[in-house]
């Protein structure tokens, strides 16, 4: 076959320049990365071997060798795991095929120290090796198969693939450019692999010549004792296990002994995940069996609300050649579940009472995907609630739901939420003005979650929780606030519900309702949802998400104190009601857009916009 020759994806293409040119800050990682690939395609070939022996067929000592040519200036990590075949070698190091690829592009920034945690995060630390190479050349032989094949590139934006004679495995062979031969120096490398790379399960040799010596310890980090592992150990293997450049938030260790054994070592990142919020919402905790890799999207090992989660579980009584879709319903990986999720929320709980500021980073970063857990997760749902943290109109730090309970006015027997897209916007919103004025606390949330958690938990503490966008709302048994801000009721003289009928009869069926409002201190109007209707902001999603078509008639309620619905009662009181038709469709699409949602009909708004302010002018 003659050299098949291919141009990296577009998206590749950027990362590798980023990598050749911004990130020189700590080059040395590009052999943590090498490594850690290494250890992973030993870890994939022992799994499969367990049902298919014939794959580690005649070389089943699993190690990994660096192998420092000084004359030609090369340095060579090999292994003797899975390998590759021509797809996989296209697949993996031409194309970025996976789930968060146009997030991971829209976040690299150019800042080193950002963009290198993006690039491990997105576990493509291959391209690392383009650090201090000029080019790489990569020979692979998948076990199994008979062809080997080539893969080289000087990362410019091209590669090519052909066929090879290969042993099973891969061997990645870098010719360094001037000024790195740092890392043919045998005193270099032992330094590297022993501190990154220690925590490798599998030997990491170094062949120098005709000696062959073996750098690290070659024992799973996770079945030493806590007391034998320093920070700096569990923090490079966080780095290894997650493919991450960042530093765990949290790490839990810990080994479950009794009718079921099994070992956990688990780590909550200090970043956010790329692929967080992928509808697949796959979990990445490797679950080995006696030291033996299983999967590392064990769908039954954790529930998808702790897939944020990073490390390893490693189980005494699990059977060594259980397969994947064995797991599903095994009795003994439900328990293990089970015991992982109580731990994690022990310890999660025990962070947010022992270091409240430390916690809001948490939250800030996972909490929307906790909150997961109270709509799919019953039986620990009250665990997972007590965690919770919310940002409130009361200020700006995170509050519990016993806080807010415990805040409640005098008078108050509900706790009131505002679910929105912003937190500033929502600050703003009419709906609040009420509230605001009484001061009532209210919930301020932001995540798509949070439609559907609240109404499964209904109250908290004997309080319903409750919209503050429900039309019917009682403020006037809440005691407090300042008079002069407070709702007033309508006026004696009747007005407003001649204005009430001009505008209704205005509207037709775009409204569901008007009324004066209870609510409104400083807004003319508001829209509100009436009892039993969706929320406005779920409609919202769900039509973003093509899951409804058409907008729900909603009510529209008017402030009787505000001086341009003075104006308009007063308006339809002297000259009937056509003399506001206009400003009836106006005040609609003004409160649509304080909703974030556009006007009804942009060119019928605009033209009414026009006539208004014309006919302001005195034309």
Known sequence: MSAEKREFQAEVAKLLDIVVHSLYSNKEIFLRELISNASDACDKLRYAAVTQPELA??????????IPDKAAGTLTVTDNGI???RDDLIANLGTIAKSGTAEFMSRLTGDSKADMTLIGQFGVGFYSAFMVASDVTVTTRKAGEDQGWCWTSEGKGEFTVTEAEAARGAAITLTLRDGESEFLDPHRLRAIVKRYSDHIAIPVVLKDGDKEETLNSASALWTRSKSDITPEQYKEFYHHVAHAFDDPWLTIHYKAEGAIEYTGLLYVPGSKP??????????????????????DESEELLPPYLRFLRGVVDSQDLPLNISREMLQHNPVLAKIKAGLVKRVLAELKKKAEDAEGDYATFWDTFGAVLKEGIYEDF????DILEL???????GESLASLAEVAGRLKEGQDEIYYVTGDDVAALKKSPQLEGFLAKGIEVLLLTDP???????????YAGKRLRSVTEGDVDLAKVAGGDAAAQPEPEPQDGGIDTLVAALKLSLGERVKDVRASARLTSSPVCLVADSGQMSMHLEKLLKAHRQLDQ?????????????????????????????????AWLLLDQARIVEGEPPADPADFARRLAAVMEKGLGG
Request: aromatic residues 8%; charged residues 30%; positive net charge.
């Open 57 to 66: 067929e005649g070389d089943g000592a699993w190690r990994i060798t660096l």
């Open 83 to 85: 390998g590759m075949n």
């Open 274 to 295: 790329l692929d967080i919020f992928h509808p697949d919402r796959k979990q990445h905790v490797k679950l080995y069996v006696k030291r033996v890799f299983i999967s």
């Open 379 to 382: 039986e620990r749902k009250a």
């Open 388 to 394: 919770c943290r919310f940002r409130t109109t009361a």
């Open 449 to 459: 979650i949070d439609e559907f958690w609240v109404p499964a938990v209904g109250e």
């Open 551 to 583: 907008d729900s008639a909603r009510v529209l309620e008017v402030n009787p104190k505000h001086p341009l619905i003075k104006g308009l009662a007063a308006k339809v009181a002297s000259s009937g009601r056509e003399a506001i038709d206009d400003m």
